[in-house]
């Protein structure tokens, strides 16, 4: 079975696939001794991967076992062609490494960080239905707790940008968004 090479560089990845794409770059050809490199730099940590010639084009191959390493996160990234000393960038964009669901097994966590939020903001506000302190003291330290108006503030903040990401998955999707709009007819 064969499979078709994209052409230019993926917008996601998968930790634990093989990950495959060619480039072609007229000004820095593979045959002419360019190599391409690309450096991924995100909080969840660094990516380097080295392509290798594939006649005049770059071919860029990435064994699941070596993608299997790779942590879930956004990622910018920078791609140069290099040859001896000189260096020239040739991309730049954000590439997505989405999490193995294989090997994370039944520990993984798939809500986002605002959804996680909204979801600790909901749970202290459904404790603290019978909790009225908003202050004590324990072993004569001052514990403070966030009063119950700006928790619902928060709570209010967090549902409205967790519905905005819940809109754009359904646009990825080729869903509609579920906002409505209203349009006016008339003189």
């Known amino acids: 079975m064969t499979t078709d090479i994209a052409s230019k560089e993926p917008t996601q990845i ?3 696939d093989t990950i495959e794409w060619k480039r072609s770059i007229d000004d820095y050809k593979a045959s002419e001794g ?9 909080s969840a940590g660094s990516i380097d991967i080295t392509g290798s010639a594939d006649g005049d084009e770059h071919l860029i ?20 062609a290099e040859k001896g000393s000189d260096r020239y960038t040739v991309f730049t964009s954000r590439i997505e ?5 294989e090997a994370a097994g039944s520990s993984y966590d ?19 239905a019978t909790k009225e302190i908003e202050e004590s003291t324990i072993e004569g330290v001052m514990i403070k707790r966030i009063n119950h108006e700006e ?6 903040k ?9 809109a754009a998955e359904k646009l990825k ?8 709009i209203l349009t006016r007819f008339g003189t």
Do not use: C
């Open 97 to 101: 490494v989405l999490v193995d669901l």
């Open 151 to 156: 928790l619902i503030k928060f709570r209010q």
């Open 14 to 16: 998968r930790a634990g």
């Open 61 to 80: 191959s990435v064994t699941p076992a070596t993608s299997a390493a790779y942590s879930a996160g956004n990622y910018d990234v920078m791609g140069w």
């Open 110 to 128: 798939g809500r986002t960080h605002v959804k996680k939020t909204l979801d600790a903001i909901e749970a202290v506000l459904e404790n603290r």
């Open 158 to 166: 967090y549902l409205t940008w967790y519905r905005q990401e819940q």
């Open 34 to 42: 360019w190599t391409l490199k690309y450096a991924f730099r995100g």
């Open 173 to 180: 999707l080729g869903m509609g968004s579920g906002n409505i």
